[in-house]
């Protein structure tokens, strides 16, 4: 594999005019094309801003990040954002969201594109359905297609999941897997989820408290599907967890492959 997103000694301050704000200090990555690299770390540490960064919406203070070699300027037809707040439009139809970014296509072959995006991700027969109409998983659901839809070669997923429920969480986490299994992708997810990083991930990557830098990275090469009361996972998500602060761990567990 060949590196798809390259981050090279990224930093973020915020200056506010009275004081400054150091939010990521050198966060230095690579991610492989087709991989599925999960970040996580403390509250505050600088996860959403590293997403910004990484998709081209905010620029470093300093260093640079290239995708396919190239500088990454702003944000660009290889990579679509799944965040958290979702942005299906609640005015237009399943078929109409779906075909929302499919300008560049002939009308027929829009349509044919949103309802084989709606089949993929199991809503086959809601094409005529408002968002109002569907359940919240039903919806992510229409947000996760429409961005396959334009065929991204990069997702860039901002805890797209923390707003379900547990149950529908789980099920999103399948549902994605299952996507990704059918449509290959590179993903970069940011997430406060340990168990959700473990459990979707090839890499997990921890950050430091602010500013911000990689404190640790976790290779995980359990197969999917993955049962997280393995011991392997368990051991590693303890030890994530006291990389994170939240549980002790001895020194000589904190790097794992």
Excluded at 115 to 131: M, N, R
Excluded at 142 to 164: G, H, Q, T, W
């Amino acid at each position: 594999m060949s590196a798809k997103i390259v981050l090279d000694k990224v930093t973020r301050r915020f200056d506010t005019g009275r004081a400054s704000l150091d939010v990521l200090g050198g966060v230095s990555l690579e991610v492989e094309d087709g991989e599925f690299v999960a970040i996580v770390g403390p509250s505050g540490a600088g996860k959403s801003t590293l997403m910004k960064i990484v998709s081209g919406f905010d620029k470093p203070s300093s260093g640079a990040v290239l995708v396919d070699g190239q500088p990454l300027a702003k944000p660009g037809p290889k990579g679509v954002v799944i965040s958290q707040h979702g942005s299906v439009f609640p005015w237009l139809t399943v078929r109409e969201n779906l075909m929302f970014g499919l300008t560049a296509l002939p009308a027929d072959e829009r349509a044919r594109t949103a309802d084989h995006y709606a089949a993929l991700v199991g809503l086959e027969g809601f094409e005529h359905s408002y968002p109002r109409e569907l359940s919240g998983g039903m919806v992510k659901r229409v947000e996760i297609a429409r961005a396959l839809a334009v065929k991204p070669e990069i997702l860039y997923m901002d805890e797209p999941f923390s707003a379900l429920d547990a149950l529908m969480n789980l099920k999103m986490r399948n549902e994605l897997l299952r996507i990704l299994a059918v449509e290959r992708h590179t993903v970069v997810l940011i997430t406060h989820d340990v168990e959700e990083a473990l459990y979707l991930a090839d890499r997990v990557l921890v950050l430091s408290p602010r500013p911000a830098t990689i404190q640790a990275t976790f290779e995980i090469h359990e197969p999917h599907p993955r049962r997280l009361s393995t011991p392997v996972l368990q051991q590693m998500k303890d030890t994530i967890l006291a990389e994170l602060g939240v549980t002790e761990e001895p020194h000589e567990l904190r790097q794992m492959a």
